[in-house]
């Protein structure tokens, strides 16, 4: 089963700015969206929200939370999507999940902990 690969979590400082990757083999990825999610911790039962999402043209949807402060791209030589993220709120606080939609496959989440 193809399964993306998430890396770049960690701890930061508000204000600050970390960057994540997600790296997808097995598809033609240049052919495929990719989409961010987020789920804070402590809230299973909480529905992932959007982050973003980018289409194979390059087109990109935000969510409304991160509007102006996060940036997605891609690289498909490199088969992989990455999320830039500035000016980061405690609020931003949560496990951030690599999507692709086309095959309904979810990676394992990477955590991201903004401290005030």
């Known amino acids: 089963q193809v399964q993306p690969v998430e890396s770049g979590g960690g701890a930061v400082q508000a204000g600050g700015s970390l960057r994540l990757s997600c790296v997808v083999s097995?598809?033609?990825?240049?052919?495929?969206?990719m989409g961010w999610y987020r789920q804070a911790p402590g809230n299973p039962g909480k529905q992932r929200e959007l982050v973003g999402i980018i289409g194979r043209g390059g087109s990109i949807n935000y969510g409304d939370s991160v509007k102006g402060r996060f940036t997605i791209s891609r690289d498909n030589a490199k088969n992989t999507v990455y999320l830039q993220m500035n000016s980061l709120k405690p609020d931003d606080t949560a496990v951030y999940y690599c999507?692709?939609?086309?095959?309904?496959?979810w990676g394992s989440g990477t955590l991201v902990t903004v401290s005030s």
């Open positions: 999507y692709v939609p086309t095959i309904d496959s």
């Open positions: 097995g598809i033609s990825f240049s052919f495929a969206a």
